[in-house]
């Protein structure tokens, strides 16, 4: 991170997801990797791309990992060591420098089903330069190289930047809500609120994918007949309904200063989104994208494989 804020880019955070904090870039402390590591590649504005190797460079991603997140002692996104382990075996642990300082990290490992996914564990980056996309699309190369055929990770649905970058700039789409996920967490993004996550997938090799790659973002498309299944009035939420075969679910504007300004506004659109995307998405409805910055755009048709959306009314949140 620099001297702006730095931000968790939940493309592949949480990955553990989060706000902004003000750190400045931790110097660099390590070499250039093992001689076994694959070539640096570029990315914009002279940014380099590359794996991590030696115990200097993941005592720089924790720190950067640190600055973000400032969590309690001892309830780190993850340790030194255990990015020791995970790069040693096999696993996806890289950085991304801008001037020689470490400016973001994302730590992920081999999940199930086997030779098919990586689970994208946190990813932090500074704000601007595009060094969260970057880096999502070089965790994006290294799967590909290895026959890997999609990234799955975690993301707080409440979060709108977030989601925007991870289903607009990626071209990812949640396909599980995963209420009370990691249980209660203390640092200064999470605090004071329940850790309900979406599990993004990102199929690598989908169109739609393809050309978020490209620079192409994924906009979905919204028919005229769509209803809001969660609108907000006056920073709170409005339940709406659900019988159409589009919904729209909205997130609040910041999410983040609601924990700090109005804890009570922020509970209940956790409540409300966990009421609506969550119930929609148990019911079989599917997200096909994030619309205009601030809702989840959801089908409930039946598509062919007997699945099909809640028909019913709103939930009051």
């Not at 001297?3 to 902004?20: H, K, L, R, Y």
């Not at 997938?201 to 498309?221: K, Q, S």
């Amino acid at each position: 991170m620099n001297a702006t804020p730095a931000t968790p880019v939940t493309s592949g955070t949480s990955d553990i997801s989060g706000g902004t904090g003000s750190p400045g870039l931790p110097t660099l402390s390590g070499g250039t990797g093992s001689s076994g590591s694959p070539a640096p590649s570029g990315g914009p504005g002279g940014l380099t791309l590359r794996e991590l190797h030696s115990i200097e460079e993941f005592e720089d991603a924790f720190g950067l990992f640190d600055a973000i997140w400032r969590p309690d002692p001892g309830a780190a996104p993850v340790s030194v060591e255990m990015m020791r382990a995970l790069s040693h075996a096999g696993n996806y642990v890289a950085g991304a420098y801008l001037d020689g300082r470490l400016a973001g990290a994302s730590v992920g490992f081999l999940a199930a089903p086997a030779g098919q996914v990586l689970h994208s564990h946190v990813t932090g980056a500074t704000t601007g330069r595009g060094i969260g996309l970057a880096l999502k699309l070089h965790q994006r190369a290294w799967a590909l190289e290895r026959g890997l055929d999609r990234i799955t990770w975690t993301y707080d649905p409440l979060v709108r930047r977030n989601a925007h970058f991870n289903l607009v700039k990626l071209g990812a789409l949640p396909e599980e809500y995963l209420p009370s996920f990691y249980g209660v967490m203390e640092d200064a993004i999470n605090a004071g609120d329940e850790s309900d996550r979406v599990l993004a997938v990102w199929r690598l090799t989908e169109p739609h994918v393809l050309a978020a790659a490209g620079g192409r973002p994924h906009l979905p498309r919204v028919p005229a007949d769509a209803v809001v299944g969660l609108g907000e009035r006056d920073g709170h939420p409005v339940a709406g309904r659900t019988d159409a075969a589009t919904v729209l679910v909205t997130v609040p504007g910041d999410v983040e200063a609601l924990r700090r300004g109005d804890p009570g506004a922020a509970a209940s659109w956790r409540r409300a989104v966990r009421d609506v995307l969550g119930g929609l998405l148990a019911e079989g409805a599917r997200v096909t994208g994030f619309h205009d910055r601030s809702c989840y755009v959801l089908s409930c048709r039946p598509d062919g494989d007997g699945t099909e959306g809640r028909r019913g009314a709103g939930r009051r949140p």
